[in-house]
């Protein structure tokens, strides 16, 4: 807690929650798009996805951890050069603990991951569901991170809403082409 009792946010936390969050979201919506234009079963686009969902969650995890561990590493040597050679030593901030950067980048993950698939699970047959849902979140996501961060509103949700489109557009692109070149019959 700072001076006076205030909680102050934690940018560290705050980029490990829409890291994962985001990423997942929109992995996973490109992931369900690419397989609904490759698939004709809505089983086949839940399994696939779900597949998906939990190594990318697992692989993002991960990147946390080392990029927090290496990040710690690296401060640690510092301190210990300036020790070494008598130089003042600096009072930045500590970084996060690189475990707890995983599990909140992985969590997060998870959460994003599930909103495009969520649709497919209840029995959507099409794409139209999942990007509706996936859409409507990103717009909230969007809109808290623009407001945490200071940027504006409007802009975030172009720039995420722009980055859905093309991973979406390009996975079911790529799913209609897997279809044609290989005969894909699921």
């Known amino acids: 807690m700072a001076e006076g009792g205030e909680r102050q946010i934690s940018p560290q936390r705050v980029r490990d929650i829409f890291l994962g969050l985001n990423d ?46 290496s990040e710690a590493e690296v401060r640690g040597t510092d301190v210990r050069r300036r020790r070494f050679l008598g130089e003042a030593e600096t009072t930045d901030e500590a970084g996060d603990r690189p475990v707890s950067s995983g599990i909140r980048v992985g969590v997060s993950y998870v959460v994003g991951a599930v909103v495009p698939v969520l649709p497919v699970a209840f029995g959507a047959r099409t794409l139209i569901p999942s990007l509706l849902v996936a859409g409507a979140v990103i717009v909230l ?25 093309a991973a979406v557009a390009i996975s079911y692109g790529i799913g209609l082409a897997a279809k044609a070149v290989w005969g894909i019959s699921v």
């Open 24 to 69: 997942g979201l929109v992995e996973i919506l490109g992931a369900v798009s690419g397989f609904f234009g490759a698939f004709a079963s809505a089983t086949a686009v839940l399994v696939a996805g779900l597949m998906v969902g939990v190594a990318g969650a697992l692989s993002m995890g991960a990147g946390a951890y080392l990029a927090a561990s």
């Open 141 to 165: 996501v969007s809109s808290i991170l623009a407001f945490l961060s200071g940027m504006d509103v409007k802009r975030r949700i172009l720039l995420n809403l722009g980055i859905i489109a």
